[in-house]
């Protein structure tokens, strides 16, 4: 069954330097979303992206985020300069179609900010 | 913005026992979905309400949407210990790449 892939699966990462999550979304999928969970509370929707290009970002989605499909299959979250705050699961999720909007999460990545 | 709110955040129960999971959202969907998320793991999609009233069951789990489509409850019956984990509701507004909102989930845990 096709999944969603992301990698790495833990990050640690010193204050202030730049990380880089990845995902490879599902393959015939068009619609892709990063969502966090900091430990222990929700998944909590950072941003949409479709047609290369956001559709729609939460507050949490700041300057300090951004997203990037650089070529057919990777689809990647930036975080310019890591607080101790961003400490948390990163998933990526994809669907086909959004009249059902049936989202399809990866493993996740585990942000640690040192 | 669109709040889900969905208790209990704790369930404790015997194996065997039912378990019963609340979801109100503050505004009208367009669809709910239902995740289960195991300790460790990813939210991995159970099913999708899209109708009024619809009720949707899987094996021992029961779906149900209510009229107003602003609320939603999930049920399983004679829990066993492979339903451990957080079920998560999340409504979709609809009108696009919108992402879902996410209840806080409901911590299942089941005593042998």
């Known amino acids: 069954e096709p999944e969603v892939t992301q990698t790495p699966s833990h990050q640690v990462t010193q204050m202030g330097q730049e990380v880089i999550l990845r995902c490879v979304p599902i393959?015939?999928?068009?619609?892709f979303y990063w969502y966090r969970q900091i430990l222990g509370q929700k998944v909590e929707f950072l941003v949409s992206?479709?047609?290369?290009?956001?559709?729609?970002k939460s507050e949490i989605f700041d300057d300090q985020f951004s997203v990037e499909r650089p070529d057919g299959s990777n689809f990647t979250l930036k975080i310019r300069s890591t607080k101790l705050e961003d400490s948390a699961m990163y998933f990526c999720?994809?669907?086909?179609?959004?009249?059902?909007?049936?989202?399809?999460f990866g493993a996740g990545t585990r942000l640690s900010v040192l | 913005g669109q709040q889900v709110m969905q208790i209990p955040q704790y369930q404790h129960v015997q194996e065997g026992e039912d378990f019963t999971t609340y979801c109100n959202s503050s505004?009208?969907?367009?669809?709910i979905q239902w995740y289960k998320q195991r300790p460790g793991g990813h939210p991995v999609f159970l099913i999708q309400?899209?109708?009024?009233?619809e009720v949707k069951k899987q094996k021992r789990l029961t779906f149900q949407f209510g009229e107003a489509k602003k609320n939603s409850s999930l049920h399983i019956t004679a829990t066993q210990t492979t339903d451990v984990g957080t079920y998560f509701c999340?409504?979709?507004?609809?009108?696009?790449?919108?992402?879902?909102?996410f209840g806080k989930g409901t911590h299942l845990i089941i005593q042998p």
């Open positions: 505004t009208t969907l367009s669809n």
């Open positions: 992206f479709y047609n290369n290009e956001i559709s729609e």
């Open positions: 309400l899209v109708k009024s009233g």
């Open positions: 393959s015939n999928h068009l619609y």
């Open positions: 999340a409504g979709y507004s609809g009108g696009g790449a919108d992402g879902l909102t």
């Open positions: 999720a994809s669907n086909r179609d959004t009249t059902k909007n049936i989202q399809y």
